[in-house]
């Protein structure tokens, strides 16, 4: 099955092997670049700018080039100011007080105040998994003068320096009051930030080129750079991002010089890759990432957990880990709810998903639930490994047992649009896709924004559940890691029962980029200052 699903993949990146290996005639010749210019073949084509809108990580990646946050994270996981100069905690933990430091300005000139902070909280509180416990125990949240704002809470929550400071899914952006101020689920298209680069709105070329500038008048701290905290130093003058859908032109890109950086590499490249010195071959973020299957709750078939509960039966995760990442070095198993490594990782009833696969109790299960040859529609884009190669091996998955299945194909920005509809798949809906999330996003209870069960509220496919809300709200508020380890075990095993989603592995992704870039940023978000050209 592996092989069959993986032919076209294999073939591909065979022949963008050829053309590695041809690209590199004559390149190592070449006298070292004085370019300011950094080319970066991104993953997809970038439709969607709102970050705060969207969790894709491309328009995460891109409002770190835009934006700025009040609080950032460091590879120890410490929060550290970023925006904000100082702040201060009252003793009863419910008074936040914040200082802007000096010399923040927007990139329409305009300075950044208390008010532009306090609407962007607000913003991202109304779609962040962390923000949504924030937001009902918020007494208030002003302005404190010009350069200064207050949150009151009416009980502690000591998360909220940490949901400040996230880095992945979703951060706290900072936008000017008059665009914060628009409607969480509505889209934002104007990028006005004060962050390091500023968009070019003339060069934005949508199926082919984004385009940002140095700013010039940001003022970086003065701190090391850890992941996004510390100084946020621009050293190129300008980076294109640009998207080529053939992989065999990518590999040529990159091999001749013509772009620096190659995000996502396919798998079956990665050894080619590895033998040209004028590569360098890393991974993209340093926790991995963690794939998903996930069921649209809202609609037949899969709002009958028995049929939920059919596919965990027969899911393997070595199958999908081999078809998306090949080499068993860069993957492992991991039948965890939350990311294989890090604290909260347990195996409590992961045995359904790691014991014998059953077909014959999945079929049982399927006639159980009434099933009857209802068309499934999977969602796979054809951009993205982490959703091509998993849709794929699940239409084949629901193909043996017996089910009637669409496979919808599309670019990146289609999908991404499809998924978020509530509607029946023969009006525009769906009914199972393939995801994956950087590590660090299913981390812990208060950041896997899969394990909402909040119905409506939820991330799409939304689940509804009651105990594994309250079993989150008491993680929220539990005072000691030994009691959170035990509220994720118990919460793992709520979600074996209900099924929200079903795990299919961890994996490593590579990036590749020319070996004069110096200062890459190893983090669970792409990160493109401190980078230089030599």
Known sequence: MIDRLSRRTLGEAAAAAAALAVSRVGASTRAASTDKTLRFIAQADLRILDPIWTTAYLTRNHGYMVFDTLFAIDSDFTPHPQMVGDYTISPDKLTYRFKLRDGLAFHDGSPVRGVD????????????????????????????????????????????????????????FVMPERLADTDPFQAITEMVGSGPFKFSKEEFEPGHRVVYLKNTDYEPRSEPPSWASGSKVVKVDRVEWLNIPDAMTKAAALGNGEADWWENPPSGLLPALADNPEIALTPDNPMGIMTMMRFNQLQPPFNNLKMRQAMLLVVNQAEFMTALAGDPKHWNVCASFFTCGGPMTNEDGSQVLTGPRDFAAARRLIAEAGYNSEKITVLDSVELANSHIPALVTADLLKRLGLNVELVSADWSAISARRASKKPPDEGGWNVFGTAWVGIDTLDPSVNVMLQANGDAAWFGWPKDETIEGLRTQWIKAETFGERRQLAAAIQKRAFEVVPYIPTGQWTQMTAYRSNLKGVINAPALLMWNIEKV
């Open 117 to 172: 902070c306090v609407a962007s909280i607000r913003r991202w509180a109304a779609r962040d998994a962390l923000g949504q416990w924030l937001v009902p125990i918020i007494d208030t949240i002003a302005a404190d003068g010009h350069t200064g704002f207050a949150i009151k809470l009416t009980e502690p929550f000591p998360l909220l320096i940490d949901g400040l400071a996230k880095v992945s899914t979703l951060p706290s």
